[in-house]
């Protein structure tokens, strides 16, 4: 299978996807990203909660809430990002500075907490968000860049974490990974995010010796992998939702299924460069499991040009299909006017910060 220009096979789906035949010249962005899915989110400040497409559909964030303001820089104290988001109470956390904050360790992020980049510029760095035994937390709008030590990843989702929702979000040059969603970390979407300058992409399920994974749910559409490694996932165990995202001119492969995982990839755009397969296998043993196994790859709709080659295993018998968990996703036939709609119009965005029409200071 494979080849310049090619689409998968595999059953036919029976939901309709729109695509456009023509894409006229803009220069005004924000009126690209209309094309996108959430063209409502930025309505009003709180429209975001409740609205991610997929796994993470759930996550509120910090809706109930008052706002927290922040207003420093600094890593800690009063005005702090890191002060907001360890409160226990739920938080609508925005900020009035742009910059960037270096973060001396990983920032805790408790439960019900949304992190709304949107009205500044904010860069972290040295390290990144972990979140752990949290549920309902959204980020928004932010750029990660320069995570140094061992083990520090952008994002760190473990354990047992769930309701979260990653969204237009700019990753890249971690000493371990961009985002890690490990040990029953569950119900998640990932959404118009950049990952750029980096090995280890996206990690989902952290080793064989932790079968409680299984229970992992991840949603990741209309994101851009501009040259990364490889992992655009790697999964483990995991029932992974691709669709509508652009992988191009990867290191070592694309996709990578390991041991009992389930990846659906959907109508997105795999542009190879030098290494040309795009789907990758990889054989382990479950610690309750007596046989070493591999994780299964469904393929419907997907792109495949410049010459890649799928490198799809001919049984995908044991897919999940999306519409068993969720009725609805927004997704269109993968095309040279979405490729281009991706590449402008993912990660972090000049958008003003909507008016909350229920906002409360903190």
Not at 10 to 16: L, R
Not at 39 to 54: H, I, K, P
Not at 301 to 323: C, K, N, R, W, Y
Not at 336 to 355: M, N
Request: charged fraction near 25%.
């Amino acid at each position: 299978m494979g080849g310049a220009h090619g689409r998968s096979s595999g059953a036919h789906w029976q939901k309709p996807m729109p695509s456009y035949s023509t894409f006229p010249d803009r220069t005004d962005f924000r009126t690209e990203m209309s094309s996108l899915p959430y063209a409502r989110v930025d309505s009003s400040l709180r429209a975001l909660a409740g609205q991610a497409e997929g796994f993470g559909r759930l996550a509120v964030g910090g809706l109930h809430g008052p706002l927290y303001h922040v207003t420093t820089l600094q890593d800690d104290g009063p005005g702090s990002l890191r002060d907001g988001c360890r409160r226990k109470e739920p938080l609508w956390i925005v900020f009035d500075v742009s910059g960037t904050i270096h973060l001396s360790s990983y920032l805790n992020v408790s439960s019900y907490k949304t992190i709304d980049g949107r009205g500044q510029r904010i860069k972290l760095t040295g390290h990144g968000l972990r979140l752990k035994e949290c549920e309902h937390v959204i980020v928004c709008n932010l750029e990660f860049e320069g995570g140094r030590g061992h083990d520090v990843d952008g994002i760190q989702i473990k354990p047992n974490s769930k309701h979260i929702w990653i969204d237009r979000c700019s990753l890249r040059d971690f000493d371990d990974g961009l985002i890690d969603i490990t040990r029953a970390s569950t119900d998640i979407t990932i959404s118009r995010c950049h990952f750029s300058q980096h090995d280890k992409t996206i990690l989902i399920g952290a080793d064989p010796s932790h079968t409680g994974d299984r229970c992992i749910r991840v949603t990741i559409h209309h994101c851009f992998f501009d040259g990364t490694r490889q992992r655009h996932p790697r999964v483990r165990y995991g029932k992974v939702h691709l669709y509508n995202n652009y992988t191009r001119n990867w290191g070592i492969y694309a996709v990578c299924a390991s041991v009992e995982s389930q990846i659906y990839s959907q109508c997105n755009i795999y542009e190879a460069g030098h290494k040309k397969v795009a789907f990758k296998y990889l054989t382990e043993k479950a610690a309750d499991k007596e046989e070493a196994r591999t994780g299964c790859i469904r393929s419907e709709g997907d792109l495949f040009i410049t010459g890649t080659q799928v490198g799809l295993m001919t049984v995908a018998s044991e897919v999940f299909h999306p519409s068993e968990y969720y009725p609805t996703w927004t997704v269109e036939a993968p095309s040279d006017a979405l490729k281009h709609v991706l590449h402008h119009c993912t990660g972090w965005q000049h958008v003003p910060r909507p008016a909350d029409e229920a906002a409360i200071a903190y």
